[in-house]
């Protein structure tokens, strides 16, 4: 089994669940505005039949893969080539071959990048404040170390994660905040980012106080589907905030980039997703 020249070739985004991914409209309008005949679907992938998947890519030469919950850390164990950022994160959302072999990249970490660039200035001056532990946080860290951020205030619901991650990211400088130190407003970090799913939910209220919103401060969240509570708060102040779908597409448009060697047009990417979220 191969694609056919001049047919296009298949990509997928994999997940369990995966119904309401963005995904296929920004790429797949990227790829009809490039002229490019590929094409891209949406398939549920559970992490026992991960390698079934690999092992079609490879049959069928496919273009590339996108990968979300919860195959992001069980794909590392799959595919032997990976990026540092990979390497470092034990996860990976995106599958691409260099040089005919199969390697995995993560993109949420330059997809985070993009979505901070406004702030980069504020970044490097630090302190930035992270709220979470999850898989979104270790990205955002790992970019933050890359952005040479001198020091991250950590707060997580369960404060064990946020200490494990202050141990396993041993070459950052790295503070953990208590529920406390959060609730009064006791910690320095003018760009505070949101990565816990706290918004996810219509009614979910934010994990920071709208008391200890400061003038100076940027609120960031990761949450794309909507201006969440937490955006709110801020913009409702007069202060900056800005939410996910930013670092949505510009994962996605690396990724477009790994697969085809060029740089998609990342306008009509938005617009796809704006749009394909409206209609959600
Ligand atoms: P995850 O690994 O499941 O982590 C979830 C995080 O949220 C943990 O820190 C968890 O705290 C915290 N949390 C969950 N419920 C909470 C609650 N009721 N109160 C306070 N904290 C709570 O998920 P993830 O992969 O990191 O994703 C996190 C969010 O980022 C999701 O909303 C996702 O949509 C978003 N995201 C966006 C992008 C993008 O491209 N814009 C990319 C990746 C992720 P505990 O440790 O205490 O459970």
Same mark, same amino acid.
């Given at each position: ?88 994160? %034990? ?43 999850? %898989? ?82 940027? %609120? ?61």
């Amino acid at each position: 089994m191969k694609s056919v020249k001049g047919y296009g070739r298949p990509l997928w985004v994999a997940g369990k669940p995966i119904d309401h991914t963005l995904s296929p409209a920004i790429h797949n309008v990227a790829f009809q505005r490039a002229s490019l005949p590929h094409r891209y679907f949406a398939l549920e992938v559970a992490p026992d039949e991960l390698q079934e998947l690999i092992d079609v890519f490879r049959e069928v030469d496919a273009l590339g893969v996108n990968f979300t919950i919860p195959l992001k850390e069980t794909v590392c164990d799959l595919v032997d080539l990976k990026t540092d950022s990979v390497e470092a994160l %034990g996860a990976a959302n995106t599958l691409y071959r260099e040089d005919g072999r199969l390697k995995l990249d993560n993109t949420d970490v330059y997809g985070f990048k993009k979505l901070i660039e406004p702030w980069h200035d504020r970044v490097k001056e630090g302190p930035v404040t992270l709220l979470g532990a999850g %898989g979104a946080a270790r990205a955002c860290l790992y970019a933050l170390g890359e952005l040479q951020c001198p020091t991250i205030q950590i707060w997580n619901r369960t404060t064990e994660r946020a200490q494990k991650l202050r141990d396993e990211f041993s070459s950052l400088e790295i503070e953990c905040l208590s529920d406390e130190e959060l609730e009064n407003g006791a910690f320095d970090g003018d760009v505070v980012v949101n990565s816990t799913s706290l918004g996810l939910q219509e009614d979910d209220p934010s994990p920071l106080p709208a008391s200890v919103i400061r003038d100076d401060m940027v %609120g960031v969240d990761l949450i794309y589907h909507r201006n969440t509570t937490f955006m709110d708060e801020y913009l409702n102040r007069g202060n900056e905030a800005v939410g996910g779908l930013e670092m949505l597409v510009y994962q996605a448009a690396r990724a477009w980039e790994r697969w085809t060697g060029e740089s998609p047009n990342v306008d009509v990417m938005m617009n796809a997703a704006r749009e394909e979220l409206r209609n959600q």
